[in-house]
């Protein structure tokens, strides 16, 4: 498993998390949204966008997974919690992360 978290700045809410999701899914041939959720809070001044994405690793010959956590609070800072996973063949420890690392890195490219 890799992380990556951040805070983002210099775009709204909902510019981020399409900035994302669309960066994500046309930055891989295999890349797909698998499933999302929205929230928002009853006073509308917090919300959480949860997005599940997968695409096939060449690196590690098996598929891997994406989920993005984007968060706004009530004082309007935006974080971003990326946690890949998946990109291991090996049975009771993982033998590589290249798979999970390249996703991430892609996450990285789109900030």
Known sequence: MAKFET???DRTFDEWVKRLE???V???VTASLEDKSDFVSADGNSRV???VFER????GGNRLSLNLTVFQDETGEIRLSAIAS????AMFFKI????EEA???RIQELL
Do not use: E, P
């Open 26 to 28: 046309n930055g891989s």
């Open 49 to 51: 966008s949860v997005r």
């Open 7 to 9: 805070v983002l700045k």
């Open 86 to 89: 998946g990109g291991s063949n």
């Open 22 to 24: 669309d960066g994500i």
């Open 96 to 99: 590589n992360t290249w798979g």
């Open 103 to 105: 996703f991430l890195a």
């Open 56 to 59: 096939y690793s060449m690196a």
